[in-house]
């Protein structure tokens, strides 16, 4: 099982500003099945990057990724209030999906 | 536009089995993969496993030996069994549809909240 390393565990940022998350896998992967998501509280995750690098539909360019291997960023530029929430970082490797433990962004 | 909603029993006993349901609306489950993705209080998100709408599955093999799942097109609906419950299993459970496109999960339901206790 390959396993998905986000860090850091908190980001702390202010509005304006930029965030960068970072996923390391255990193993190469695939970029094509690299996806990151977003997720606020009470809410489902919602897709914001796959393949690595494009942005699922109705996401702002904001919002980017890039990575290859095993270390895969996504970056949120000019970080809006709206951006508080929790990031992950998800694989496929064709035997069993796998999800980071997650990247908790905080808007002062 | 899709729209997922899983539905079943919120609370289950120890060592009893948990249903779920989850319906789509908007659009045929033929012919994609839907997934069950959990999520425990505070923790991150665990892949549970997915069923196509022929009834193809693939699980998590940390749960395969309690995990079943199938698909009904004439009711659009997917369903998850997990046999033997342990508080452990107590999690948000959510539906999510594959996209085959981007490798990825497009559309989720709004997740369905499955406590184990006696």
């Known amino acids: 099982e390959i396993v998905l390393t986000q860090s850091p565990g908190t980001l702390s940022l202010s509005p304006g500003e930029r965030a960068t998350l970072s996923c390391r896998a255990s193993q190469s992967i695939s970029s094509t099945f690299l996806a990151w998501y977003q997720q606020k509280p009470g809410q489902a995750p919602r897709l914001l990057i796959y393949?690595?690098?494009s942005r699922a539909a109705g996401i702002p360019d904001r919002f980017s990724g890039s990575g290859s291997g095993t270390d895969f960023t996504l970056s949120v530029t000019r970080l809006e209030p709206e951006d508080s929430a929790v990031y992950y970082c998800q694989q496929y490797d064709e035997s069993v999906l796998t999800f980071g433990q997650g990247t908790k962004v905080e808007i002062k | 536009q899709v729209q997922l909603h899983e539905s079943g029993p919120g609370l289950v006993k120890p060592s009893e089995t948990l249903s779920l349901t989850c319906t789509v609306s908007?659009?045929?489950?033929?012919?994609?993969?839907w997934n069950w993705i959990r999520q425990s209080p505070g923790k991150a998100l665990e892949w549970i496993g997915f069923?196509?709408?022929?009834?193809?599955?693939h699980y998590n093999p940390s749960l395969q030996s309690r995990v079943t799942m199938s698909a009904d097109v004439s009711k659009n609906q997917v369903s998850l069994s997990l046999t033997s419950v342990t508080a452990a299993d107590t999690a948000v459970y959510y539906c999510?549809?594959?996209?085959?496109?981007?490798?990825?999960?497009?559309?989720w339901g709004q997740g369905f909240l499955v406590t184990v206790s006696s």
């Open positions: 069923v196509s709408y022929i009834g193809n599955t």
């Open positions: 393949g690595a690098s």
């Open positions: 999510a549809k594959w996209c085959d496109d981007c490798r990825a999960f497009n559309y």
């Open positions: 908007g659009g045929s489950i033929n012919p994609f993969h």
